[in-house]
């Protein structure tokens, strides 16, 4: 994945006062220190007058457990981000496309830089053990920070970002469109809706919480990262009226790579880190690795507890990839890893319990 550069620890004016400031004083360390969180909500209803959503929170220091390990999605490349269907059992994958292939339309082979270039994506349906049950690829659309499932009967619909920039890659647009194997499908396409529910923004990035019918919104503007909070059937009618705006990105150090994120309820969690370097190397494989996770409540923009992960700390390269949320009994926040020799990767999903 590429770096994304645009971390940012500031919280907003108004969120700061929301938070009383309290999440400055320790914003960095494995828990802010804060109010609690009854505390903090009932500041946010008072403010916002939204009730808390469902959904809870997650420990971030319970240990993970695998789900699947070292699975090939459909092409050769890493991981991006990954996304339950909750209602039917699959799951769902996003990668750049791999280079040499030529597909419809295209007068020859295209190469990986090209596609990555351009904003061309592979996104791979499975099932929840990891085998193979589809593809289809999406071009034009962006990088594939963060992709959502919305389930509609037996038909599973995908959020992912579009209308890639063509200076970075990244989608300055979400589009929702539905899953069918082996199609090709184009940003921009009539009947493909394209969303921009903050104009002028870059690298929009969705999230969506099925639990409460949410979609949440990564985003930049000049040289800020910001997330805002909708309603899902809202942003699909074309209405983008924000249930929590403006929201800083938080929790994350400088220099750190983001890599993914996941929403449930009023968090939003954050997964950073980059794949092992050799033992002489910045993230050498026998210090299990520099990935954290982070939680943001979005009702404050204030870090409520972050945590290092050495899920799937065996996998040879591991390069931390991706987050999703699946509603079981009890939910699992999930992260994803990249691992396998180059022109060879493979995919693993690692979960914590609620």
Sequence with gaps: MQTDKYQTGRLTRRRFALAGGAAAAGALGAFAVRPTEA??????????????????????????????????????????????????????????????????????????????????MCVTKLSLTGTKLGHMYVRGFGHGVSIGCEPVGATAYLWAESDANPDSGYGRAISRFAFKDGAVLDSGSSGLATHRPVPGSTSNQPAVDMLNKRLLLRYRQGDQVRYRLMSLAAVTAGDYTAVYDDIAQAGIEEGEVFQ?????????YQLTGTNYTDEDGSNPPSGHGNAHVSCVDLRTGQLVQRSRTEAGYSLGYREPEGMAVQLTSPRRLCMGFASGASGARELSVYYKPQ
């Design 260 to 268: 993914g994120f996941t929403l449930l309820g009023d968090y939003v």
């Design 39 to 120: 505390e903090a909500a009932q500041v946010a209803q008072a403010e916002t007058g939204v009730a808390e959503a469902a959904g809870g929170r997650f420990d971030l220091s319970v240990p993970s457990t695998q789900l699947i390990r070292e699975k090939a999605p459909h092409n050769n490349t890493v991981l991006q981000s990954f996304a339950f269907d909750d209602a039917n059992g699959h799951l769902y994958t996003i990668q750049m496309m791999q280079g040499g292939l030529r597909l419809s339309g295209e007068s020859a082979p295209v190469s990986g830089a090209d596609r990555a270039k351009r904003g061309d």
